[in-house]
């Protein structure tokens, strides 16, 4: 069933505001995934916070042109995977589309994307997408700066022991 002009013009809308507000944007190609497959990516990506749907190429490039930023020649049917919570996860999307990309392999590839306001190529996505989530990067924070301690602790009491 073909969109009206209303349904067109909101979802360019809805795209404008994501390229805008979001931290990161990813445009996902995708061909042949089953429905399972999908159901369960977009659970996972909706509990993390991240919004998919799938837009005509026009549409995407219009909202790219309202928005400052160059269209993209892409390949394939394509999705957007945006943050949808306010200071969510910026590297999110991208990490969680990869991980699904390395699930379904010719089915599914990051292939752009928005990230912190940039436009970016596939290839920087899915560098963007190797980042560890935050939480991640604070443990292995805390990890550092409790390692010397931990060291000193060790030796400390190496040292005792040997004192008695």
């Known amino acids: 069933m ?3 002009k209303q349904q067109k013009q909101e979802t360019i809308e809805r795209l404008e505001q994501a390229f805008k507000t979001a931290a990161s944007s ?11 497959d999908e159901t369960a990516m977009r659970k996972q990506l909706r509990e ?3 919004s998919y749907f799938v837009a005509k190429k026009t549409l995407i490039d219009r909202a790219l042109k309202a ?4 269209p993209q020649e892409m390949e394939g049917e394509i999705a957007v995977a945006y943050n949808a919570a306010e200071g969510g996860d910026a590297s999110a999307p991208a990490r969680l589309i990869h991980e699904f990309t390395q699930k379904l ?6 292939v752009g994307g928005i990230f912190e306001g940039t436009l970016r190529d596939a290839l920087s996505m899915r560098e963007i997408a190797t980042i560890p989530s935050i939480d991640v990067l604070r443990g292995r924070f ?8 931990q060291r000193l602790a060790i030796v400390l009491n190496q040292v005792a022991g040997t004192k008695h």
């Open 2 to 4: 073909a969109k009206t």
């Open 26 to 36: 990813v445009f996902v190609s995708f061909r042949g995934v089953n429905v399972a």
């Open 48 to 50: 993390a916070g991240v």
């Open 67 to 70: 928005s400052g930023h160059e």
């Open 105 to 110: 392999k010719d089915k599914l590839a990051i």
């Open 142 to 149: 805390a990890n550092v700066i409790n390692s010397p301690i």
